[in-house]
């Protein structure tokens, strides 16, 4: 098949495509342990992607200053590296980088699943937040249907790398038409269920 971004196809024989990709889509991976260089400030980590687009040092600082406090986190991060950070404090880095080249779509793998249970809603909320105040579109990939429904508007359903069910969350959760979304929604963990048991 294809990848389609915007107008843009994704092809990795055609260079310009490419790099209006990367500007247009950013990834927040799940793991905010290995994806942050424990070499580089913090600075140093959210400036990175403005290289490539050739934005020089000052513009670089600002940028990363704007993106910090975006996320909430103190100026006085900017100055200090990785490992001086807790898990949800990395992820927020790691979507401060994501948002400094100012895309149009946010992709955000499992963003959560690393991180304990008391800091996910706070990361959750931050990325409603942002997606709003950014005008962005997210892509946000899980296994937690809970979280899903919470934060995302359409649901496309994958079983085996294949789209077996997609529509309106509301729709696919409360008239699933696959036999597979059934199974996952009923296997879901609810308040009810908990108090019924």
């Known amino acids: 098949g294809t990848v389609r971004v915007g107008e843009v196809v994704v092809d990795p024989g055609e260079q310009s495509g490419l790099t209006a990709m ?24 959210i400036g990175e992607p403005l290289r490539s ?16 406090q975006a996320v909430g986190l103190d100026l006085d991060a900017l100055a200090r590296f990785p490992h001086q950070f807790s898990g949800g404090q990395r992820q927020r880095i790691s979507i401060a980088r994501a948002l400094v080249t100012r895309p149009r779509i946010l992709v ?13 809603a706070q990361v959750l909320n931050l990325l409603a937040d942002l997606v709003d105040d950014y ?6 990939v899980s296994h937690d249907l809970g ?40 296997a879901s963990p609810t308040i009810h269920a908990a108090l019924s048991a």
């Open 22 to 45: 990367r500007r247009d889509l950013q990834i927040v991976f799940q793991d905010p342990y290995a994806s942050l260089d424990p070499r580089m400030s913090v600075a140093e980590i």
């Open 53 to 68: 687009m050739s934005v020089d040092r000052a513009e670089r600082l600002g940028r990363a200053e704007e993106m910090v």
């Open 108 to 120: 955000a793998d499992e963003p959560v699943s690393a991180l304990d249970v008391s800091v996910r």
């Open 135 to 140: 005008s962005l579109t997210l892509v946000f």
């Open 147 to 186: 979280v899903v429904r919470h934060l995302c508007s359409d649901v496309a359903v994958m079983r085996s790398g294949e789209v077996v069910e997609q529509g309106r969350t509301d729709q696919v959760y409360d008239e699933p038409a696959h036999e597979y979304t059934r199974s996952l929604v009923a």
